[in-house]
């Protein structure tokens, strides 16, 4: 009985010197309390179970959002081919085994061809007829956006909702394939899934709307835009609307081109951001200036955070329904000749730029 009274003193003693040295380590950490708290129970063995917060991501058409959750501070390892694009390869390597070899996919890398201006490692290509562009000056200027993470900041969409890519790697292409699906799995929207889960594992809170636009192709812009004004109107604190398009390629050979990069010891697609101006016959876009400066500054973090990723910036006389926010941008991810697995990759780089590009602009709570 002795023993057992001099065991449970013991226990006692250690057990109030665990509970002092995290005690001291909450105080001493402030706000990040919860973190040294976890850190005490795996460093002492207090058994305490520590569960993170999950961040809801809102995704689906605009009439069916469905919320999903994923775990704050995990996101997913970058380079690291999800499950489901391993199972495309898988399927598709065998279903085209027999396809028969009718053009050949050639590989482009562009980082300063065809800009027309250049500082430091931001590249742009300005084809707009009257505006003069000074990539350091506009730089300079700051983004007028103030970002608050529990209320959804970022609207991704898909003007072109049926673009998709090649499902496995070759150097050729056969004409009884196409690129063009409404299976959201393999097409654009697989990859802006990817853009708005890797947001919402870093703590963003994103819409991902996968209404399909295109059916008619003519009136693919016209319907983004109801689309994108419904958002708005729903969620005024929406201030980032990224487009998320493919690019297409092909030479009067035949040669189709797709853009790749080796980033970070892995294949991936080279990303163009589009951005417009007002001029000639694009009117009624008075803002267009802010889009540049969000253009250049999202354009530097990417090739800050992943050399070798971007193309150069297109400036030219379009609006894309860019005129809707002071921060509408389209993305062109690769081409159809990339890979679905080159274009996702990229996804998650551009997720990662942008949430750092955001971080500088969180409302402090």
């Not at 983004?143 to 072109?160: G, M, N, Q, R, Y």
């Not at 540049?292 to 973090?301: D, G, H, I, N, Y």
Request: proline share 3%; hydrophobic share 35%; aromatic share 8%.
């Amino acid at each position: 009985m002795k023993n057992n009274a001099n065991q449970d003193k013991s226990h006692g003693i250690i057990s109030a010197a665990i509970a002092l040295l995290i005690a001291c380590a909450v105080f001493m950490t402030g706000s990040a309390g919860k973190i040294s708290v976890a850190m005490a129970a795996v460093m002492f063995g207090t058994g305490e179970k520590v569960t993170k917060a999950a961040v809801p991501v809102q995704s689906g058409t605009s009439s069916n959002l469905t919320e999903t959750t994923v775990p704050a501070e995990e996101s997913p390892d970058i380079t690291r081919t999800p499950d489901d694009i391993k199972e495309i390869i898988r399927k598709y390597t065998e279903l085209f085994k027999d396809q028969k070899k009718d053009g050949s996919i050639k590989n482009l890398t562009y980082i300063t061809k065809g800009a027309t201006h250049t500082f430091g490692n931001v590249n742009v290509k300005n084809t707009t007829e009257t505006k003069t562009l000074n990539i350091e000056k506009v730089l300079s200027q700051p983004l007028e956006l103030s970002v608050d993470k529990s209320k959804p900041a970022v609207l991704i969409f898909h003007s072109h909702t049926s673009e998709g890519y090649e499902l496995i790697e070759r150097d050729w292409y056969a004409r009884d394939y196409t690129s063009r699906s409404n299976d959201e799995n393999i097409n654009i929207v697989r990859v802006g899934t990817e853009i708005a889960d890797y947001l919402t594992s870093l703590g963003y809170t994103v819409i991902h709307d996968k209404t399909i636009h295109d059916k008619s192709y003519n009136d693919s812009y016209p319907n983004s835009r109801k689309t994108v004004a419904k958002h708005l109107e729903e969620h005024p604190e929406i201030q980032i609307v990224l487009d998320i398009h493919r690019d297409s390629v092909t030479q009067s050979n035949g040669d189709k081109y797709k853009f790749t990069n080796t980033v970070g010891g892995k294949k991936a697609a080279q990303i163009m951001i589009i951005t417009g101006a007002e001029e000639g016959k694009v009117e009624d876009f008075p803002d267009w200036e802010y889009n540049l400066r969000f253009a250049l500054q999202l354009q530097k973090k990417c090739v800050d955070m992943f050399p070798g990723l971007m193309r150069p910036v297109l400036f030219s006389q379009r609006k894309y329904n860019m005129d809707m926010t002071r921060f509408s941008l389209l993305v062109e991810m690769g081409s159809e000749a990339n890979t679905l697995e080159e274009a996702c990759y990229s996804g998650r780089m551009l997720a990662s730029a942008l949430a750092s590009l955001m971080d500088e602009y969180c409302r402090k709570e």
